[in-house]
């Protein structure tokens, strides 16, 4: 699964893309949308355990609920037409979101059709990292000559280490796409200086290596 830090920049890809109203609490609200699935580690009855280790709250009925409650309180507020749309749109998608990342982690299968249908999908490859927490030493060899050197007590803890990857690749992976869309709402396609278009490419490379780091580790 994604954590928290991809979901939210996720959110903030979302948002800049077409960032017309510059509402920070929008933002935040974003962010919430694309993390709610996520609802399953902390409420007990919508916990994995309870419905045969399949996270429900990772279903398209689930993950678009609070964005079409949102797209009902936006129309209440007196928000209409192209606003409405525009902010109905990145709701959606924001809520979708979750569901596009952990899918393209490709380790835990999804009910995306709950509770129309139990089936699970999963992805035959992944391309963002997965919080896979094997001990450090176990994978990688010159883990055991380094610290066979150095006090026991400095060994890291491995599901720390294996986060501290996962959360660094997602920020390599996603923080281009931030900036690319902050750039291209901001002009017209064809109006980007040479200077411009430069620096979206070595971003595109960065966040392209980065996918391909995290394509390369194990499941």
Known sequence: MSSPVGHSLAAAIIYFSRNKFNSKLWLVWL?????????DY???FLNRANYYNARVTHSFGFSLLLPLCTIFGL?????????????GLQAIAAGLSHLV???????TPLP??????????????GILPSSW??????????FQQLFQIL?????????????????????????????????????????LRDRAILKITLSLLISLACTIWAWSLPR
Request: aromatic share 16%.
């Open 112 to 125: 995306l059709f709950f509770p129309f249908n139990s089936h699970l999908f999963k992805l035959p490859f």
């Open 42 to 44: 902390v409420v007990p």
């Open 75 to 87: 129309f209440l507020a007196g928000n209409r037409g192209k606003t409405l749309r525009i902010l």
């Open 31 to 39: 962010v919430v949308l694309a993390s709610i699935p996520d609802l």
């Open 151 to 191: 006090p026991s007590s400095w060994m890291p803890n491995s599901k720390t280490y294996f986060l501290c990857r996962q959360i660094l690749i997602e920020l390599g992976i996603l923080l281009p796409w931030i900036w690319m869309s902050r750039v291209c709402a901001r002009n017209r396609i064809e109006s």
């Open 133 to 142: 927490t094997p001990e450090p030493k176990q994978y990688f060899p010159w």
């Open 101 to 107: 990342l952990d899918l393209f982690v490709g380790v």
